[in-house]
């Protein structure tokens, strides 16, 4: 069974702190994304990556940015935490199309993040 | 990428067959139609995924009309556990991932 793991299930932090936030698949995933949920906006990709050290914006990427230098973890990094950044973050992963298609994707239980 | 439109909530009671109905006029020949479910406090979890016609697995069946403009999720006797929110997404293959679009998705309230 595939299983991403996110590292903090609840985090706060301060305004103006560099925020980290951690994902891990164990299932050799080619793409991995970021996503944050909030009331009433569903879910909006913040980046994803479909390779190690490739990435790529999705949505809403200001004020992020993602690493990836291994091909089992994806990072989330805020660099400058703002309120408007309280959330709730999931990452995912899925097999590429060119493995295998109609790959869905599998998402870990979220972080939710408070930004003081 | 194309947008879906789904009703914001439904109500059932347990045991009653419900049917969520998506709506997406502008969809793409590479487009497929899957469905995620969300509990609280969780990850959204892949349900079905279909191109045309209809498809069943061990807990949905999808329907989707010749014209593909629309598509139908069936949950067959529900139970309170199927209370979550249900989302209906585009998925097009073709590039070099599979990036999706999540909506706002339909609270399904099952009552007993």
């Known amino acids: 069974d595939v299983k991403v793991t996110q590292s903090s299930r609840y985090l706060v932090k301060r305004t103006g702190e560099k925020v980290f936030l951690e994902c891990v698949q164990d299932?050799?995933?080619?793409?991995m994304f970021w996503y944050r949920q909030d009331p009433g906006l569903g879910l909006r990709l913040i980046y994803f990556s479909y390779d190690v050290k490739m990435k790529e914006k999705g949505d809403i990427p200001e004020g992020y940015s993602v690493s990836r230098e291994k091909k089992e973890r994806f990072s989330l990094i805020l660099e400058s935490a703002s309120t408007n950044q309280t959330s709730m973050y999931l990452c995912?992963?899925?097999?590429?199309?060119?493995?295998?298609?109609?790959?869905?994707?599998?998402f870990g239980d979220g972080t939710r993040l408070s930004i003081l | 990428l194309a947008k879906t439109t789904q009703p914001i909530s439904m109500d059932s009671y347990e045991g009653q067959e419900v049917n969520i109905t998506c709506s997406h006029n502008?969809?793409?020949?590479?487009?497929?139609i899957t469905w995620y479910q969300q509990f609280p406090s969780q990850g959204p979890r892949f349900i079905i995924q279909?191109?045309?016609t209809k498809v069943t697995n061990e807990v949905a069946s999808l329907f989707i009309p010749a014209d593909r403009k629309s598509s139908t999720l069936s949950l067959p006797r529900v139970s309170l556990s199927d209370t979550a929110v249900y989302y209906c997404l585009l998925q097009t293959y073709g590039g070099a991932t599979n990036k999706l679009i999540f909506g706002t998705g339909t609270l399904l309230a099952v009552q007993p």
């Open positions: 279909g191109y045309k």
């Open positions: 299932m050799d995933h080619e793409n």
């Open positions: 995912a992963s899925s097999l590429s199309p060119q493995r295998q298609s109609n790959q869905p994707q599998h």
């Open positions: 502008n969809i793409a020949t590479n487009d497929y």
